[in-house]
């Protein structure tokens, strides 16, 4: 394939408009540069080290480490997804319901799309594995990050009309319903902005990366396409899960409403 | 018909009663004393222990919502899942009638249920939990923000009710309600309640 390589001095002079920016902001008194330019530093390392890692795995082309990078992409997730409940489940139960759905949501969706679509020999290659998988957990992440914390946060507000329901004998399932339908939405709002949006307001990360690689733009929607469809897919699986999960923990055999089991009750 | 016995929970001291068809009993106490608590814990709705029968058969033997139905609880904050008021009604049509007895607005459905006042909320949600025609029902304060025409209204339809069997666990903090609509009177302070007339024996 024909793509134009960087060197370290191109990467130079991009590193420079961060430093111009981050001139401007002291010369501005607006305080962002330190977090500006920390963030970008953090950035270059840890995407050095990934590069070194990517390296070496598609090198190796083990099973095992293959699916030990990828463990390690879901616990690092789940703990993404922990970090963003405010006054939601506590700590251990929002990691465990959030890592476990993405888990199954994730790993179920890429080894459907290596195994059906992409077909890379052996379907396990990390070149093809890892980087599917990190964009469906990305995206995945995001909606059951998001449906947990408007579901835990629909509970507490409508904690009323839940017990209504509940006291004219609904049950939990049925009580629960109207959060659920709102965490669901939310859950899923961005993928589906980015389904409407793509291709007209933005041009999708991997396809722009694909074309600078010197991929033939046609080429590049058809991978793109089968990529938002499993990340939709993906989201949608891991998010239900979670959200589903979360309502059983938010209730009780005996049916009742539990925001005792919340964090800051 | 409701047999209770040690039960108990947070703020609840084991208590014991028993409440018959048809009958009623009042319960009056300072706020913060247990009488939601109480009222919450008959009704399942937050954890608690102690044996709940309800015609001789314990409450685990019956499914939750099942147990609602049969002991039905209006809070006195009644919460609405829906603006629309039809909407909390198995048949609001059917509600015609009743809803005249209490004095609310034929335009009432019209309106956001957001937008009713209180008082027309705390009669709606009268109507809806009898509407699932309880044996059992807990009040808090049910004609705590009427007027004295509406609570008249509202203890009428209730003295009915009662005559066809249901039985009333009525929390207020009006003594003279409470002598006029139940042959029991309770009376609950931190979390231990007493029965009012064994109350004044120990006094005299």
Same mark, same amino acid.
């Given at each position: 394939?024909?793509? &134009?390589?960087? $060197? !370290?001095? $191109?990467?130079?002079?991009?590193?420079?408009?961060?430093?111009?920016?981050?001139?401007?902001?002291?010369?501005?008194?607006?305080? &962002?540069?330190?977090?500006?330019?920390?963030?970008?530093?953090?950035?270059?390392?840890?995407?050095?080290?990934?590069?070194?890692?990517?390296?070496?795995?598609?090198?190796?082309?083990?099973?095992?480490?293959?699916?030990?990078?990828?463990?390690?992409?879901?616990?690092?997730?789940?703990?993404? !997804?922990?970090?963003?409940?405010?006054?939601?489940?506590?700590?251990?139960?929002?990691?465990?319901?959030?890592?476990?759905?993405?888990?199954?949501?994730?790993?179920?969706?890429?080894?459907?799309?290596?195994?059906?679509?992409?077909?890379?020999?052996?379907?396990?290659?990390?070149?093809?594995?890892?980087?599917?998988?990190?964009?469906?957990?990305?995206?995945?992440?995001?909606?059951?990050?998001?449906?947990?914390?408007?579901?835990?946060?629909?509970?507490?507000?409508?904690?009323?009309? !839940?017990?209504?329901?509940?006291?004219?004998?609904?049950?939990?399932?049925?009580?629960?319903?109207?959060?659920?339908?709102?965490?669901?939405?939310?859950?899923?709002?961005?993928?589906?902005?980015?389904?409407?949006?793509?291709?007209?307001?933005?041009?999708?990360?991997?396809?722009?990366?694909?074309?600078?690689?010197?991929?033939?733009?046609?080429?590049?929607?058809?991978?793109?396409?089968? !990529?938002?469809?499993?990340?939709?897919?993906?989201?949608?699986?891991?998010?239900?899960?979670?959200?589903?999960?979360?309502?059983?923990?938010?209730?009780?055999?005996?049916?009742?409403?539990?925001? $005792?089991?919340?964090?800051?009750? | 018909?409701?047999?209770?016995?040690?039960?108990?929970?947070?703020?609840?001291?084991?208590?014991?009663?028993?409440?018959?068809?048809?009958?009623?009993?009042?319960?009056?106490?300072?706020?913060?004393?247990?009488?939601?608590?109480?009222?919450?814990?008959?009704?399942?709705?937050?954890?608690?222990?102690?044996?709940?029968?309800?015609?001789?058969?314990? @409450?685990?033997?019956?499914?939750?919502?099942?147990?609602?139905?049969?002991?039905?609880?209006?809070?006195?904050?009644?919460?609405?899942?829906?603006?629309?008021?039809?909407?909390?009604?198995?048949?609001?049509?059917?509600?015609?009638?009743?809803? @005249?007895?209490?004095?609310?607005?034929?335009?009432?459905?019209?309106?956001?249920?957001?937008?009713?006042?209180?008082?027309?909320?705390?009669?709606?949600?009268?109507?809806?939990?009898?509407?699932?025609?309880?044996?059992?029902?807990?009040?808090?304060?049910?004609?705590?923000?009427?007027?004295?025409?509406?609570?008249?209204?509202?203890?009428?339809?209730?003295?009915?009710?009662?005559?066809?069997?249901?039985?009333?666990?009525?929390?207020?903090?009006?003594?003279?309600?409470?002598?006029?609509?139940?042959?029991?009177?309770?009376?609950?302070?931190?979390?231990?309640?007493?029965?009012?007339?064994?109350?004044?024996?120990?006094?005299?």
């Amino acid at each position: 394939m024909n793509y &134009i390589r960087l $060197d !370290i001095w $191109d990467l130079a002079l991009a590193a420079l408009l961060l430093l111009g920016v981050a001139a401007l902001s002291l010369l501005l008194q607006l305080r &962002i540069e330190r977090r500006l330019l920390l963030a970008g530093l953090r950035c270059a390392l840890q995407l050095a080290l990934v590069g070194l890692v990517l390296t070496k795995l598609f090198e190796l082309v083990s099973p095992w480490w293959t699916g030990l990078a990828a463990l390690a992409m879901v616990l690092f997730a789940g703990r993404e !997804i922990m970090a963003r409940q405010e006054r939601g489940f506590h700590a251990l139960w929002a990691y465990g319901i959030g890592t476990s759905a993405m888990l199954m949501a994730a790993a179920l969706v890429t080894v459907f799309a290596l195994t059906t679509q992409v077909k890379p020999e052996p379907w396990y290659d990390p070149r093809y594995a890892l980087p599917l998988l990190g964009m469906i957990l990305g995206n995945t992440m995001t909606g059951i990050a998001l449906g947990l914390q408007r579901l835990t946060e629909g509970a507490r507000q409508q904690r009323a009309g !839940i017990e209504a329901l509940l006291c004219l004998g609904a049950t939990r399932r049925k009580a629960m319903l109207p959060v659920t339908r709102q965490a669901l939405t939310t859950a899923l709002m961005p993928i589906i902005n980015a389904l409407a949006a793509t291709g007209l307001v933005s041009l999708p990360g991997m396809m722009t990366g694909q074309i600078l690689a010197g991929v033939e733009p046609l080429e590049a929607v058809k991978y793109q396409l089968m !990529i938002m469809f499993m990340i939709a897919g993906g989201t949608t699986l891991g998010a239900v899960t979670a959200v589903f999960v979360g309502v059983h923990r938010l209730t009780d055999n005996r049916d009742r409403l539990r925001l $005792d089991r919340l964090a800051g009750e | 018909m409701l047999t209770v016995t040690n039960l108990s929970r947070p703020g609840l001291e084991p208590t014991s009663f028993e409440l018959a068809a048809g009958a009623c009993i009042a319960l009056r106490g300072p706020s913060g004393a247990g009488k939601t608590l109480l009222l919450r814990a008959l009704a399942d709705l937050d954890p608690n222990e102690g044996d709940v029968l309800l015609d001789g058969v314990p @409450r685990d033997r019956i499914p939750a919502p099942l147990w609602r139905r049969r002991v039905g609880y209006v809070p006195a904050e009644p919460g609405w899942w829906s603006e629309r008021l039809a909407e909390h009604f198995q048949d609001w049509d059917a509600q015609a009638g009743p809803a @005249r007895r209490l004095k609310i607005s034929p335009s009432a459905a019209e309106r956001r249920v957001s937008q009713l006042s209180t008082g027309e909320r705390q009669r709606l949600a009268l109507l809806r939990a009898l509407e699932h025609r309880p044996e059992v029902l807990l009040l808090d304060e049910p004609t705590g923000p009427l007027d004295e025409e509406t609570t008249a209204a509202v203890e009428a339809l209730l003295r009915e009710k009662q005559s066809n069997g249901l039985a009333l666990f009525w929390v207020t903090h009006d003594k003279r309600q409470a002598e006029r609509v139940a042959e029991r009177r309770f009376w609950i302070d931190s979390g231990r309640l007493r029965e009012a007339a064994l109350e004044d024996a120990r006094k005299r």
